[in-house]
């Protein structure tokens, strides 16, 4: 089981077109499975194994041994130029092209959270999800959706930006709160009242004396002031303690915004489409990268078969060799020279295969299994041409999600714009608050306010966004030019390894007509072993070459619909391919 991020579905099939002989692939088939035994794996069942943001994966693979034997041949002329059979195929519209490489893979329906065995994180949300070691294109790509940490990590930035989206549409809706407060208190003080006493007898005091005016002859009044201030201590001791609650409700309900909320809002929608267009750009590069890696992989698996196949040739030719020496037809230094050529192609084979490992293991890495992926769909190339470039040009301008980003990032500048014109717009505010008493208080209102002076510039912001839309539209200028550029390039990479397979496929045929004669030759005494195996070097380097030029015609392929914007249209123009080189593997 695998665990998945995301889950997609897809239905793929595939059909190879060659023969091999027993001999021959059972000894390559070993080259391989000895690999995966070497590094602790079994070859029928994998151990458990987790990747990224899932769970444990089990290898569901067929034992290696179980290899189909018409899967491969042995790599002759005919093999190389295998055509399907039927009536002619027309290129794929690649417009018309949808995302049908979603496969039906039935995850566990039940989320939970697994261990990651890299970087041991907990990785909340996953389902387990199998997968077979053997994997066509398709199977692949729909894998790597659900596998990919790259792609989750963008989705949960897409989510992030359509939630604030979603909190900030509702900054301008009432607001309702409810204040509870509970107190309790104790008061302990002396208060000093010399100078409040003061003041009262002094004001007593000047009271009486315009009240009642001094008589002659009648005898003096009583100090009334100073009656009053007996009264009146120099301090006094002030203590209270208690406690007090409250509680209430208000609302606040800004009824104008001068268009703010629908330009914060605007910014945010306009960076969420910034960040799916980066998602996109990120799951196209995905797509190009798992290509390069699967047929990089077919393309070394090749390449090992040819060397295998090259090493057991000359293992004939050594066999022969060595009797015609000892039966004194040839010198010592023929077969020499048949030892050291043999001993050559034995490094030659070992070191391809372990090339071809070291690129099974790049597409495993990719799509984090612990197990090797045995890609099934083979390289292939089209003889028919290519639509005009200027199609594909088209569907970069249309397609291309660096043009999508491009135009959210002048959005966000537009909305900013809008943004900066309210600055000076009043705002107006209705709001009430009352307390839940019995004999309750309120207060309710509405208000109004201006910025009249401070803060930001207006002016200079204005001219910043508006700086900003200019730069927007000159950068998608750039980008486009760039685009167009980028597709014409590709185009003609395409076309010119296409008709480098094609002009490689006379190469085939008289390097192997030369090493059949060759090896007659000898036989007869007629050629040397050195003929026999410069013969075999030149067969094996046209073999080699041409199925070069096959992979460079995938991965220019690859490379025009990822800069058309469109990289599931590989797929298309990979089902009407009519050269479809040999595999390996096969479901």
């Not at 949960?156 to 107190?183: C, G, H, K, M, W």
């Amino acid at each position: 089981m695998k665990s998945a991020l995301s889950f997609v579905s897809t239905a793929i099939s595939m059909t190879m077109l060659a023969a091999v002989s027993n001999h021959s692939l059972a000894s390559h088939s070993e080259l391989f499975d000895s690999s995966v035994n070497a590094n602790g794996y079994d070859n029928s069942v994998q151990g458990m194994v987790s990747p990224v943001a899932t769970t444990q994966i089990i290898d569901a693979r067929m034992d290696d041994s179980r290899i189909d034997n018409s899967a491969i041949d042995s790599m002759s002329t005919d093999s190389m130029s295998t055509i399907n059979n039927g009536s002619p195929a027309t290129m794929p519209n690649t417009a018309d092209i949808t995302s049908k490489t979603e496969a039906d893979f039935e995850p566990d329906s039940t989320l939970t959270t697994l261990l990651d065995p890299v970087t041991h994180k907990y990785i909340e949300n996953s389902y387990p999800l199998e997968v077979s070691s053997f994997l066509s294109l398709e199977q692949a790509q729909a894998i790597l959706l659900q596998v990919s940490p790259k792609l989750a990590a963008n989705e949960a930035a897409v989510a992030a930006s359509n939630y604030q989206t979603e909190a900030l549409s509702t900054i301008d809706r009432p607001f309702v709160f409810a204040r509870v407060s509970a107190s309790t208190y104790n008061l302990d003080a002396d208060v000093d009242l010399s100078s409040l006493r003061n003041g009262v007898v002094n004001e007593v005091n000047n009271s009486v004396d315009t009240v009642i005016p001094s008589i002659p002859g009648i005898p003096d009044l009583p100090n009334f002031g100073e009656l009053v201030g007996d009264r009146i201590p120099d301090s006094y001791n002030f203590k209270r303690s208690g406690s007090t609650t409250s509680a209430g409700i208000g609302v606040a309900w800004p009824i104008y915004m001068a268009g703010r909320t629908k330009a914060l809002t605007g910014i945010s929608n306009a960076r969420t489409q910034e960040e799916i267009a980066d998602g996109t750009l990120d799951k196209n590069e995905l797509y190009s990268t798992l290509i390069e890696r699967y047929f990089k992989a077919q393309l070394a698996i090749i390449a090992a078969y040819l060397r295998e196949d090259a090493y057991e040739t000359l293992q004939q030719t050594d066999h022969m060799a060595k009797r015609l020496f000892e039966e004194g037809f040839i010198s010592r230094v023929e077969r020499l020279e048949a030892q050291s050529a043999l001993a050559d192609a034995k490094s030659e084979s070992i070191n391809a295969n372990n090339d071809a490992r070291l690129a099974m293991i790049a597409l495993q890495r990719l799509l984090r299994t612990e197990y090797r992926i045995k890609p099934t769909t083979p390289l292939f190339v089209s003889s028919r041409q290519l639509p005009d470039v200027s199609y594909f040009q088209e569907l970069a301008l249309t397609y291309h999600p660096g043009l999508q980003k491009v135009a959210a990032k002048r959005a966000q500048a537009q909305q900013l714009h809008a943004l900066s014109d309210t600055g000076y717009k009043p705002t107006v505010l209705l709001y009430g608050y009352g307390q839940l008493e019995q004999d309750p208080s309120w207060i309710a209102g509405i208000s109004a306010s201006w910025k009249l002076w401070g803060g930001l510039d207006k002016k200079a912001t204005l001219a910043s966004s508006n700086a900003k839309i200019r730069q927007a539209d000159l950068s998608e200028i750039e980008v486009s030019d760039n685009l167009l550029l980028l597709v014409e390039k590709n185009w003609h990479d395409v076309n010119n390894a296409q008709s480098r397979y094609q002009a490689l496929q006379s190469n085939v045929d008289l390097a192997a007509e030369v090493l059949r004669l060759r090896r007659l030759g000898l036989q007869e005494g007629v050629n040397t072993t050195i003929d026999v195996v410069q013969a075999q070097t030149q067969s094996l380097k046209a073999r080699t070459e041409q199925a070069q030029a096959a992979n460079d015609y995938v991965q220019g392929l690859a490379a025009l619909m990822q800069s058309c914007g469109t990289p599931l249209a590989f797929n298309a123009y990979l089902n009407a391919a009519d050269i479809r080189l040999p595999t390996l593997y096969s479901e």
